[in-house]
């Protein structure tokens, strides 16, 4: 378990060497991209048909809302930020603020919320130049897996790093526990 850890977390690192050296154009993007090719007609309706029939949980109208709202509603707040390079100047103070990627991010994803928060979760990495490695509720898997595959082509079809976005495909507690202890 901890080797198969550290080995994601390996492929992880690998490609967010990579993404460090993205431009603020080429993260605006990719987490474009993403948004787009998530919420479209037919994936959409598609992931929130799965996740209900998966979790147990919800009904397809509110999962299908919160795919529209949670995810196009981040891509439209984090237009125009920047995240890469300097970020701001206090010349009055004399400082400078530069944004940096802090690496591999693990992120755990509830059963409650399958459809949506990873999606959110990858966007906000790759804005800031990272990776992310998901842990989803054992519940949620495929809903999860089938996410993970359409922006790992995503990021593909955009000569991005697929391993900037990895997803654990049969979690258990301790893997999640295990991954929250390496990333």
């Not at 209900?52 to 809302?65: C, T």
């Not at 940096?100 to 790759?126: D, Q, S």
């Amino acid at each position: 378990m901890s080797e198969y850890v550290a080995e994601l977390i390996e492929r992880a690192k690998k490609a967010q060497e990579i993404a460090n050296g993205f431009t603020q154009e080429k993260v605006d993007e990719l987490i474009t991209a993403i948004a787009w090719n998530i919420t479209k007609d037919g994936v959409a309706q598609k992931i929130a048909k799965m996740a209900v029939e998966e979790s147990g949980m919800g009904n397809y109208d509110g999962k299908y809302g919160k795919l529209m709202t949670k995810i196009k509603g981040p891509l439209r707040d984090m237009k125009g930020q920047k995240s890469v390079g300097i970020i701001e100047r206090d010349t009055e103070k004399g400082l400078i603020k530069v944004a940096k990627p802090v690496g591999v991010i693990a992120a755990l994803i509830p059963c409650t919320n399958p459809e949506a928060t990873p999606v959110a979760k990858a966007m906000f990495a790759i804005k800031g130049r990272n990776a992310i490695i998901f842990s989803p509720h054992p519940r949620t898997k495929k809903t999860n897996t089938y996410i993970t595959n359409i922006m790992r082509a995503t990021l593909k079809k955009y000569n991005a790093p697929e391993d900037l976005i990895i997803s654990i495909e049969e979690p258990t507690m301790d893997i999640s526990g295990e991954l929250m202890r390496q990333a």
